[in-house]
Structure formats: C-alpha cells, structure tokens
C-alpha cells in the first residue's frame, strides 16, 4: 500500500498530470484528422519526452496513445470518415446517426463506450497481466490465422442487401491489399510494371478514399442539381447519453471490451480487427439486427468499447514480455527504454512503483479524454451547420494533407483520387464499401499468418486443425458462413406474400 501511496504522489503530480492532459488533447486532435493518427503524434511526442522525468514522458506518451484512439470516432461519427483505422467499424451506424440528427448522442455514447473499455481492459490488465500473457504466446501462427479467418468470415453478415455483392466486395479488398512487393520472397505483385505502385496501397489511404472522396463527390453532385444552395443543418443540439441508455447496452459493452482485451493480447492483431469482431457479435445476438447500419447504437457501443479495449490488452505482453502488438506500443517500448526500463518479468520485480505510475497514468488519460470529449462536443457538432459543399472543400483539403503526410507520397493521393471515384461507382452498384475495407484491414495479417504456418509446419497443412483454438476459430467461421449462406438462399427463393397478405402484416405491426 505504502508503494501505491509513493506512485500516485509522483503520477498524480502537477506536472505529470498536465502531460497526460497534453498528451491526450494532441492525440484526440492527431485522431480525428484522417491521415494523421496518434502513431504520428506519438513519434512527434518522443523527441519531447527525452526532457521529461519518467512519470510525465509515460504519462505523455500514453495519454497520446489513448486520446488518438478514441479521437478516430469524432470524424468517422460526423463525417463518415475515420479518424483511424480503429474507428472503419464506427462508421457504418455512428454517421448514420449524425444522418438522423444524433451525432451529439452518438458522440457522446462513442465517449462512453471508449473509456468503458478502456477501465475494462486496465482492470484486467493489472488482475490477470501474466496468465493472459502466457495465453497469448500459445497463440501461433496457425491459431492467429484461423481467428483472422473467423474474422473475415463476418463479410457475410455485412453484406447488406446481398451475400454475392458482399463477397465481391471482400474478393476486391484482398485484391487491394496484395498490390506491391511481397514481404516474404520479394515478388511484385499487381504492380502492372509500376515503380510507384512497388510501395503497395497504404490501408489509410485506401480508408480516405473508400470513405472520404464519395462523401464529398456526393455533396458536389447534390449542390450542382438544386437550384438554391442547400443549408447547413439547422437543428444541431447536444444530447448526451443518460445513464438508463448506456446500462441497456451494460452487458454488450463489457462482452466487447473483454473480447477487444483479448485480441489486443495477441500481437499482430489490434484494434481495427477487434472493432469488426465486436460489430459482427453486437449484429449477430441483437433483437433488432435489421436497425444495424441505419443508425444503432449498438453499433457505435460495440466497436468503440472493443478498439479501446485494445489499449490495455496491448500493454499485456509488452509490460510482461517486451512483446509491442502494433505501432502505438512500438513507439511507447522506446520511450520505456529511453527513461530506463526494460519490459519483461523483471520489470514488475525492479521497478513495481513505476508499474502503478503506468497504471495511474492510464486511468488519468481516459478520465482527460473523457472530459476533451465532452467539452469538445460542443464545438464539434458545430461543423454540422456548416453547408455541405462548403464542408466538402475542407474534407478536400484534409484527405490531400492527411494521404501525403502517411508516407510523403504524391502517388497516395492520386492513389486516393482513383480509388475514391471506383467507390463511388461502387456505391451506385449498390455494392457495400465495409467489405473491402474488412479485406484489406485482415488480408495481409491472415496471408503472412497463414504461410508462416505452412513454413514452419514444412508445408503439413494438418497444423491448421491439431490445436484447440484452431478447430475453434475455424468451426465458428463455419458456422457463421453457413448460417449466411442459408438465410441468403431461404430469402432468394422464398416466394413473395400476396397484397392483402403484406397489408395484413404492415396493419398487425401498426
């Protein structure tokens, strides 16, 4: 007790405070511009955490961390274009909403659900840091693929309207993905005899285009056919969640978070993986799935109460095994070892005070999020009232910045024109972008997965059905498929109900 008591005098000091405050403002700012994730932020923050004592360089670093995590919701939530890859999932009922006139609700349960998860996976963290770690290095390559693969297998329940068009859309975003250079022989892929296209299709810019340049050729195409220009909206109110809505969605919220702890345990996962998982269960045991993708709050709970969740169970292996499970923790393992401290069992036994200092550091950061979000409710909504053409030039201008600045690269935002205007078209096919975006989030994870399992096997393909978790994971992707398939086939040859039969159950609904 006497060693907690030490750490909060030091965590909770003036200074440290106020930059995890800093931290996480930078990171929700860096969020929610597309292009510009809290990875960038991070880097930016380490150069200024070389001056700081221990405390408040963490305590930066992580309220960057977390703050760019829950940012990725403001734009996906206002403007149907994520911050972060994290926040692709958000998109589909958290605009939807805005669309409705909700945006300040969805907002503020997206808050909610982040830093819900984001407790969850602390308190979960700090209870069961080692026997998760040792669960998740039992996780190979072949159990890592058949979780991508169940993963994946959730493009039948996105497909909306048709299970075909979903799957081509699927067969498309892998398409993207494998574009480039193969990591593993060095063999061109797709590239058409292209220097520039060797880099391959960033999975950012690919999310600026899919999401963003519809948007705005939509707007353009709107404004161009009325007569008058069209008004920003004009009933933009704040409206934040009462305590009676989030505990309907108590249990989905907590379901979510442990599921998003977990997948951030494995390396190599992350959020944007658990944010789809997350979605596809919410869908799945929902009384009222036909409302997903029109404007449910379950929708925007699911996804955003799983990504943060990642934040927490990331820091599981890397605190007890030096192990970082994406860029984020990457950044932040150099920023442990700059002040001196090396992650792995050790740690926890040499420096047990500075082990409280991170967790505190972590709940400050949500509880900073928590209140920017809040306050900043306010002013975001306030781009609602703005005309959407006018809006349109400013998302321009945002996607040209934000795509070059990924890799300082003009091919990425020709690359963002082309893709975006193929969207579009996509969209008047009537043929779902979330697709794509869920084949090119897990097609490059579930390919090295999948031959690195075939490498290390010697090319045995049985090493994809002797372990548990593999014959889990891959009868749960058939089951999923399966029942897809049925329910696509019973609706396609299921004869239509007559007239007066349709009318009769129209008035019995009424």
Known sequence: MELLFSAATVALAPGALLAVFLGSLLGVIFGAIPGLT???????????????????????????YIGGMTGGSVSAILLGIP????????VMDGYALTKRGKASLALGTAVAASAFGGLVSLIVM?????????????????????????????????????????LVAGVLGLMIMTIGVDEMEGVRRLTFGTVTLQQGINLLVAMIALFAVPHVIDAFVKYYRSDTPPDGVSDVRVE????????????????????????????GTGGPIAAFL???????????PEKFGRGSMEGVVAPESANNAVTGGTMIPLLSLGIPGDPGTAILLSGLLIHGLTPG?????????????????????????????????????????????????????????????????????????????????????????????????????????????????????????????????????????????VRSVHATFTPKKSGISRDASVKSEK
């Not at 911050?83 to 958000?90: D, K």
């Not at 809505?245 to 979510?256: I, N, V």
């Open 345 to 485: 069992p050790m740690l926890f036994i040499q420096h047990p005070g500075e082990i409280y200092q991170i967790y505190l550091a972590i709940i400050v950061s949500y509880l900073c999020v928590v209140a920017i979000q809040l306050v900043g409710i306010r002013f975001f909504v306030q781009l609602l009232r703005v005309p959407a053409h006018l809006l349109a030039v400013g998302i321009i201008v945002m996607c040209g910045y934000g795509s070059f600045s990924i890799r300082n690269s003009v091919f990425d935002v020709y690359t963002v024109a082309i893709l975006g205007v193929l969207a579009y078209g996509l969209i008047k096919a009537r043929i779902p972008l979330t697709p794509i975006i869920l084949g090119i989030v897990l097609g490059p994870s579930l390919e090295r997965e999948f031959r690195t399992a075939l490498i290390l096997s010697g090319g045995d393909a049985s090493v994809f059905w002797t372990s548990a978790p593999t014959i889990i994971f891959m009868g749960l992707a058939v089951v999923v498929i399966g029942t897809q398939v």
């Open 83 to 90: 911050g972060t890859p994290s926040a692709a999932a958000t």
């Open 38 to 64: 809290f990875t960038v932020a991070m880097a930016l923050v380490v150069p200024v955490s070389f001056s700081l004592e221990t405390a408040p360089a963490i305590g930066m670093l992580l309220g960057t």
């Open 126 to 166: 700090i209870v069961s840091v080692d026997i998760v770690a040792k669960l998740a290095l039992h996780f190979g390559p072949a159990e890592t693929f058949a979780l991508l693969l169940f993963g994946l297998s959730t493009i039948c329940g996105l497909s909306q309207r048709s299970l075909l068009k979903g």
């Open 240 to 267: 934040l969640p009462t305590l009676r809505d989030l505990g309907k969605t108590f249990w989905l919220m907590l379901r979510c978070s442990l599921l998003g702890t977990g997948i951030g345990a494995i390396p």
């Open 278 to 288: 997350a979605y596809a269960h919410a869908r799945k045991v929902s009384r009222e």
